[in-house]
């Protein structure tokens, strides 16, 4: 609520306030605290950082930790360049339906990025993201 200043005055630094889900394993929490220091909301950008709270999010099963995980091991943010790892997250967050994971692992195949290229699988894997479109 800070966050969006539904309710309360807009302070994103409040997140850190109150009971601090984060560190208490909830992976909405962790994730959502990767986005705020993936793009510098209310804290310092720091990929680092936003890759330790995503992996934390993306080890319990938050599809969308994992996909993003995934893009920072793709684009090399906090991490070094990484397709191999990049396509393990991005893959284990497909099979749960995240679309834009389905959509970068296709593209992935594809062009044959930490991966044996395969036309093949990668039109399985953009069939399955057209789907969800």
Known sequence: MYYYGEGVPKIPN???I??????????DAQHNL????RFGKGVLEDFKTAVYWYK????????QAQNNLGSMYFNGQGVLQDFKQAVYWFKLSAEQGEKFAQNSLGSMYFDGQGVL?????AHMV???CDEWR
Do not use: M, T, V
Not at 117 to 121: C, L, P
């Open 56 to 63: 934390l999010a993306a080890e319990q099963g938050h599809a």
């Open 117 to 121: 290229q395969d036309y093949r699988y």
């Open 14 to 16: 409040k997140l850190f």
């Open 18 to 27: 109150g009971g601090l889900l984060f560190l208490q394993g909830y992976s």
């Open 126 to 128: 953009q069939h399955r």
């Open 34 to 37: 990767g986005i705020l220091y």
